[in-house]
């Protein structure tokens, strides 16, 4: 059996956090040459240079290019993905891989999943099928239109697949590989937030209880990222407990987040927050495990911490229709609701809920890249 060449284009930290497991096994099987091309926030200093961890991971990068246009709205967000099809065409004519893998819902991903399918490479598709409040849901729905394979993460996600015409053949239900790491990970031990040079503010004692907070922009309703950052910084500064903040993604509308936090620190020097760029995908896992409450609108707030079972706080729109564990309590986008959520969340302990997976997904993965079938001819499959 000849090696089959797959390459994982990889993104942001989210991207690699879910990802990991599957690359740790594909490295080591003989049946598989790995190939790994990075773009867009991973390999920018501004967003915590994930192009550093993934090698410090062990991992070779094949090819790493810049895409990001700056201006961090819906003109330059096109602009960018628009050069990723241009540069990833070059990189796939140059690796030709026989698989390409992508993973949810991004502008990023779209141009990946295009790029391939132009060049008649077999391409898979990871976290389709679910349903969300944003223009992600556009993204991921026309992805699976391009996708030859199917790895989603849950059994509704599944029926959705198949519903827009997709050969259920092609449609599996693995679980989120990110909860692999959750089930092998020691969550007891304590993150050395010393090694993170680049966090900003209060310095956060983990012995004690904090809060962890991660907010991304929301590319649909622009006007609505500066009155949810502005309503989510004065609930924290009310409840005065020390809260360790994450920096917003790449997407449109992050620059009216990150100058929302740059004026809140100016106007409020004595706080109890830390701000960071990035973490180490274990970490963070460990950071949110042992928090008192994760708040924002993340995605890693409706997956990973219903394994983990965790209290949440999700507020506004952002992971509207996703299916969720009994932790998470959605609220408006307003400074009571939030503040009031947060009040009800703090200190609760859940139990882990499998809806995302029993922490297997990665073998499963590996088994359906190497065995199936490259066909790359689809039909619409009518119910």
Not at 31 to 57: A, C, H, M, T
Not at 208 to 219: A, G
Request: charge should be positive; aromatic fraction near 10%.
């Amino acid at each position: 059996m000849n090696k089959r060449k797959i390459c994982f284009v990889i993104y942001n930290r989210s991207n690699y956090g879910r990802l990991k497991p599957i690359l740790k096994l594909a490295k080591k099987n003989p049946n598989i040459k790995l190939q790994i091309v990075l773009s867009s926030s991973s390999v920018l200093n501004k967003y915590g240079n994930l192009k550093q961890v993934i090698e410090k991971d062990g991992f070779k990068i094949n090819y790493f290019f810049y895409s990001h246009i700056e201006g961090e709205n819906n003109f330059s967000m096109t602009k960018s993905t628009g050069l990723i099809i241009i540069e990833l065409s070059s990189i796939f004519n140059t690796l030709k891989p026989d698989i390409v893998v992508t993973i949810g819902d991004r502008f990023e991903t779209i141009a990946t999943a295009t790029c391939a399918s132009y060049m008649n490479i077999y391409l898979v598709h990871i976290q389709g099928g679910e349903l969300t409040g944003s223009i992600d849901e556009k993204i991921r729905h026309a992805v699976t239109k391009f996708s030859n394979l199917h790895l989603v993460n849950t059994n509704r996600s599944k029926k959705i697949v198949c519903q827009m015409g997709e050969n259920k053949k092609n449609v599996f239900n693995v679980g989120c590989p990110s909860i692999d790491i959750i089930k092998n990970l020691n969550l007891k031990k304590r993150v050395n937030l010393k090694k993170y040079s680049f966090g900003v503010g209060f310095k956060i004692d983990l012995k004690k209880k904090y809060y962890v907070v991660l907010l991304h922009p929301n590319t649909e309703t622009s006007l609505d990222n500066k009155k949810i950052i502005t309503n989510l910084l004065n609930a924290i500064y009310k409840v005065n407990i020390q809260t360790l903040w994450l920096w917003p993604n790449i997407d449109a509308g992050s620059n009216i987040i990150t100058s929302e936090i740059r004026k809140f620190r100016e106007k409020n020097p004595i706080n109890k927050i830390n701000f960071y760029k990035n973490f180490e995908t274990e970490d963070y896992l460990r950071l949110i495990n042992n928090c008192s409450c994760l708040i924002g609108n993340s995605s890693s707030g409706i997956r990973e911490s219903s394994f983990l079972g965790i209290p949440v706080v999700n507020i506004g729109n952002r992971q509207s229709n996703r299916e969720r564990g009994d932790n998470v309590l959605d609220c408006k986008n307003t400074y009571k609701s939030i503040l009031k959520s947060i009040y009800i969340q703090k200190n609760k302990k859940f139990k882990s809920s499998k809806i995302y997976g029993d922490g297997n997904s990665s073998k499963k993965i590996i088994n359906l890249l190497i065995k199936t079938p490259l066909n790359i001819i689809k039909k619409f499959n009518v119910l």
